[in-house]
């Protein structure tokens, strides 16, 4: 691919990838890097990429990689080893304030928690088991971090 076929490319895609990136997202800022990402992306594999009637399947499955990955990125950010959990018996974690924490939040959000700090599993993979989004369970977490994060002093 050329840069002149990367222009046209950037051109006829961008504002749909954007928009695709803010509907899974949620927030324009989220979006802007993303959309930036996924066309840095495909600039570093001009050499390898061709402009075919695909580019847009190609774009649209970038992103996807890009904002999954953008999203395990931001929500790593508050540790919940740093709230003191610990794990017992692969029953789950508790705190030294299991009842403060039993007060904060429910059991699904604490299972939630559960299955994505302590097993692994990705935003897709929960969206999936749970039958929601992958934007709903970004939003859960989201949601769940700050209460966490607010009430910080109360669990330790």
Same mark, same amino acid.
């Given at each position: 691919m050329l840069? *002149?076929? /990367?222009?046209?490319?950037?051109? $006829?895609y961008y504002r749909q990838i954007y928009n695709y990136c803010l509907i899974k997202l949620r927030a324009e800022q989220s979006a802007y890097d993303c959309v930036? *990402?996924?066309? %840095?992306? %495909?600039?570093k594999k001009l050499n390898r990429v061709e402009a075919t009637e695909?580019?847009?399947?190609? +774009?649209?499955? #970038?992103?996807? $990689?890009?904002i999954s990955r953008y999203? $395990? $990125?931001n929500l790593k950010d508050i540790s919940l080893d740093s709230l003191d959990f610990t794990v017992e018996d692969n029953c789950g974690f508790i #705190?030294?304030? /299991?009842?403060?924490l039993d007060t904060l939040i429910s059991k699904d959000e604490l299972l939630? %928690? *559960?299955? /994505? /700090?302590?097993?692994?599993?990705?935003?897709?993979? +929960?969206a999936a088991k749970s039958a929601v989004s992958e934007a709903a369970i970004y939003k859960r977490i989201e949601r769940l971090k700050a209460k966490l994060k607010k009430h910080k002093e109360e669990l330790l």
């Open positions: 840069v *002149e076929e /990367y222009e046209v490319i950037f051109r $006829k930036q *990402e996924v066309f %840095l992306i %495909l600039y695909n580019i847009g399947l190609w +774009l649209y499955r #970038t992103a996807d $990689k890009v999203i $395990k $990125k #705190t030294r304030s /299991y009842e403060i939630l %928690l *559960e299955n /994505y /700090y302590l097993h692994g599993m990705t935003i897709c993979e +929960l």
